[in-house]
Every structure is written in structure tokens, then in C-alpha cells.
């Protein structure tokens, strides 16, 4: 039998690429998500998509999820406490792995790997150094489809929140941003593809700016 692991899942199209890689080595099978929310909000922190959709899209994954609770503007500090406490509960289920969509950066990779570490676990990172571009392209082709929910306003202007990820997207990006958002560039929310049993419905509103970031506001 394969090896029960968590996710860290944002809702994203990494997270979602990641999932489906993991299913595909057969390895590992992911037993639960594990997403960070911002109470006040009640939002996906950094992403800003609702907690319904967040949710809507764990029942058609067929995952239970875990959500991790911070303040609005939280610290590091409590970010990891919080965090702490959801890997030390997840090390009492049994698990002792857990996997990131993170593709090349080191430094947040070691970050990571300190911070699992303190709690007893091993982190897995089943994109790491794939060439993005290709990534990408992947994710398109194998019938993935997202939509960009959150734009780094000195890297892309606010015409590219709300569009969809696709092929005419990655064309119009400018030089130096990273096909994937790599850098955090753009986020997206995932809402159909191969891994899901349905579709999940939403609505489009309006693009408000805030603290240097473009967001797209699903409804």
C-alpha cells in the first residue's frame, strides 16, 4: 500500500499539479489538504478566494480538509505556531510526510524543511525542478482550468486578474515573469480538471487593490 502523506494545498494550479503528480508516481497517496485561512476574512490567505469555493473544492476532490486559522496581517511568528500546531496533529494521525507545490526556490524550500522538521515530519516536493514553461503547458493541456485571483501589481497590471489560465495568458505575460508565478507573480484558483469529480461554479465580481496586489474577487 502506498504511504498516507498531507498536502499543503492553496486552491492553486501548483497544488493541483502537484496532486495529480503524486497520484501519478503511486507512491504516496494524499490523505488530507491542509490550507492556511484568514479568520477575519474568511478568506484563503494570500490567494483571497472564499473558504465556500476552498471547500467546494475538497468535496469534489473526495479530501478531507484542514484549515489552519490566522488574524488578518499575522506575524510569522503566530503564522508558524498556528502551522506547528496542525503538523503536530497531523504526525498524531500516522503521517509523517507532507508535500509542496514549490517548483525552484531554495530558500523557501529550506524554510520548510526547518519548520516540519521541529514537528517530526519530512517534506516532498513532487514538482521540484520541473522547467515551469513546460509546467505550464501541462497543466493546460491535460484539461486544467483556473483563473488568476490574486496579481503582483509592480510585476503585472491589474488587466491580468480575472483572466483565465490559459495558452493566450502565458503569450501575454511580460519578460521575467515566471510562467507559474513561481516568484509570486500571480495566484490562481483551480476550479476543473482531471483530479476533480465536478466543476466548481462561481461567479465573477470586481478587481479590488490592496496592499500592492490586485484580487479578483470570486463569488
Known amino acids: 500500500m502506498s ?22 508516481r503511486g507512491e504516496y497517496h494524499v490523505a488530507e489538504l491542509v490550507t492556511t485561512v484568514t ?22 476532490l ?33 503521517i509523517r510526510r507532507i508535500a509542496f507545490g514549490d517548483i525552484f526556490l531554495e530558500d523557501l524550500r529550506d524554510y520548510r524543511e526547518r519548520q516540519l522538521a ?4 519530512t517534506c516532498l516536493f513532487p514538482l521540484w525542478k520541473k522547467p515551469t514553461r513546460s509546467l505550464a503547458r501541462t497543466f493546460i493541456d491535460e484539461g486544467f482550468r483556473a483563473v488568476t485571483v490574486c496579481v503582483y501589481s509592480k510585476m503585472l497590471d491589474e488587466s491580468f486578474a480575472g483572466r483565465r489560465f490559459d495558452t493566450t495568458f502565458l503569450d501575454d505575460l511580460p519578460s521575467g515573469v515566471d510562467p507559474c508565478g513561481e516568484n509570486g507573480e500571480f495566484h490562481t484558483f483551480v476550479f476543473d480538471g482531471p483530479i476533480f469529480s465536478q466543476p466548481i461554479e462561481f461567479a465573477g465580481g470586481t478587481v479590488v487593490e490592496r496592499d500592492g496586489f490586485f484580487f479578483y474577487d470570486l463569488l
Do not use: W
Open 62 to 94: 473526495g479530501l478531507p480538509l484542514v484549515e489552519v486559522v490566522v488574524p488578518p496581517g499575522s506575524s510569522n511568528a503566530v503564522y508558524e505556531r498556528e502551522m506547528g500546531k496542525a503538523f503536530s496533529n497531523i504526525r498524531n494521525k500516522g
Open 3 to 24: 504511504e498516507p502523506i498531507a498536502l499543503c494545498f492553496s486552491g492553486g494550479k501548483d497544488s493541483a499539479m502537484a496532486l495529480q503528480e503524486i497520484r501519478r
Open 39 to 60: 479568520d477575519a476574512y474568511d478568506r484563503v490567505s494570500m490567494h483571497g478566494v472564499r473558504r465556500t469555493l476552498l471547500r467546494r473544492q475538497a468535496e469534489s
Open 118 to 121: 521541529a514537528s517530526g515530519l
